[in-house]
T-cell receptor
Framework: DTGVSQDPRHKITKRGQNVTFRCDPI?????LYWYRQTLGQGPEFLTY????????KSRLLSDRFSAERPKGSFSTLEIQRTEQGDSAMYLC????????????FGPGTRLTVL | QKEVEQDPGPLSVPEGAIVSLNCTYS??????FMWYRQYSRKGPELLMY????GNKEDGRFTAQVDKSSKYISLFIRDSQPSDSATYLC????????????FGDGTTLTVKP
């Protein structure tokens, strides 16, 4: 257990439905990252928060994706009108404030869109 | 072409063998170099973390970074069946240490 938790661990949904995932980072970490990983590939960066501010979004993050981090604590990632191509593992990672801090990943949320 | 290329494997070795895993990269801005281990359907687990060039050893694991060649390696000595997993290299720039670019992973099987 890295201290980063994600919920749910698995989500099966039908195409066109909306889904929301939650990430709880390590409490003293102010930076939070979302990644997506498809089978046989490495994780790909989606978006990044420093405290409550969303500072960077990948071009992979289409308009159907939105992420929030209210009060700089937990974060949510919502996918609207899901498509089969959204099926993947969604990973959250957190990182502390100092230059020597290392990044810790959560267990991921596996999304299957039918 | 991807910024980070990783030997795809799969790799199968007998227990006790020395394993060498490698990645090359193209972005000169990368300063932080990581190796993660990932078991099936789990999140990546950080194994080794190196800043800039050089070697780092932790138990049976040694990480090497050669920035002049843009090449990093992970060596596993006395490999064990429990080392069977997918190994991911990752790297990031100093401007955003947590925004990592990953290789696609090498799947390792250590046979008893």
């Amino acid at each position: 257990d890295t201290g980063v938790s994600q919920d749910p661990r698995h989500k099966i949904t039908k195409r066109g439905q909306n889904v929301t995932f939650r990430c709880d980072p390590i409490s003293e970490h102010n930076r939070l990252y979302w990644y997506r990983q498809t089978l046989g590939q490495g994780p790909e960066f989606l978006t990044y928060f420093q405290n409550e501010a969303q500072l960077e979004k990948s071009r992979l993050l289409s308009d159907r994706f939105s992420a929030e981090r209210p009060k700089g604590s937990f974060s949510t990632l919502e996918i609207q009108r899901t498509e089969q191509g959204d099926s993947a593992m969604y990973l959250c990672a957190s990182l502390g404030v100092t230059s020597t801090d290392t990044q810790y990943f959560g267990p991921g949320t596996r999304l299957t869109v039918l | 072409q991807k910024e980070v290329e990783q030997d795809p494997g799969p790799l199968s070795v007998p227990e006790g063998a020395i394993v060498s895993l490698n990645c090359t990269y193209s972005n000169s801005a990368f300063q932080y170099f990581m190796w993660y281990r990932q078991y099936s359907r789990k999140g990546p687990e950080l194994l080794m973390y190196t800043y800039s060039s050089g070697n780092k050893e932790d138990g049976r694991f040694t990480a090497q970074v050669d920035k002049s060649s843009k090449y990093i390696s992970l060596f596993i000595r006395d490999s064990q069946p429990s080392d069977s997993a997918t190994y991911l290299c990752a790297m990031s720039a100093r401007t955003n240490a947590g925004k990592s670019t990953f290789g696609d992973g090498t799947t390792l099987t250590v046979k008893p």
